[in-house]
């Protein structure tokens, strides 16, 4: 589909989320934060969220949902998606994000930094099974951070990954990267 003529154009924080229509393009970047993007190919229409951590780590109790935690930023998508009658079902979901940010020597400890992105990851794997979405892309792990750029009237997502040189060669092995700069079309 062409580009509207006037386009929204949305950047995220780390803990923000959007849900729009086809006039929307939503930016972000991420270090081991995640973002999700979720596209309805009919109706034109989905959301993306750039979550901080996989959740809360207790009961939330009466505090409002809050976008900075995986679990909650999803239910906060889901809200804005049942208030336009869709079901996860309908929606492909691309996921992006987790990346390693520091060298991971010296570092211990189940919150140590080189292990959010992992736990992040693994969220956003397990809370897409959860909810039933398809997951059509997926660009996860590795080092270095990622430029992700949604245009919701065509479903395409781009993703720029720059890797961080010092870290690259230490994870070099594990590294889950795929390409350095890659277009994911609907």
């Not at 949604?150 to 479903?155: A, M, T």
Request: charged content about 25%; glycine content about 14%.
């Amino acid at each position: 589909m062409k580009k509207p003529q006037s386009v929204i154009e949305i950047f995220l924080q780390p803990g923000e989320l959007w849900f729009g229509d086809e006039q929307t393009r939503i930016r972000t970047i991420l270090g081991s934060c995640v973002a999700v993007t979720l596209w309805h190919p009919g109706r034109r229409i989905g959301g993306m969220c750039h979550y901080m951590l996989p959740s809360r780590g207790g009961p939330r109790g009466a505090k409002p949902l809050d976008g900075r935690y995986g679990d909650e930023a999803l239910e906060m998508l889901l809200k804005e998606m049942r208030a336009k009658q869709g079901q996860p079902v309908e929606f492909e979901a691309k996921l992006f994000g987790g990346g390693y940010m520091f060298n991971r020597h010296g570092c211990h400890g189940k919150d140590c930094a080189g292990q959010i992105q992992d736990r992040n990851i693994s969220a956003s794997l397990e809370l897409m099974t959860r909810h039933g979405f398809k997951v059509k892309a997926q660009h996860l792990g590795g080092h270095g951070h990622r430029q992700v750029i949604f245009d919701i009237w065509s479903g395409h997502v781009w993703m720029k990954h720059t890797p961080l040189p010092a870290a690259e060669s230490v994870q070099a092995g594990n590294d889950r990267r795929t390409h350095s700069s890659i277009g994911l079309s609907k």
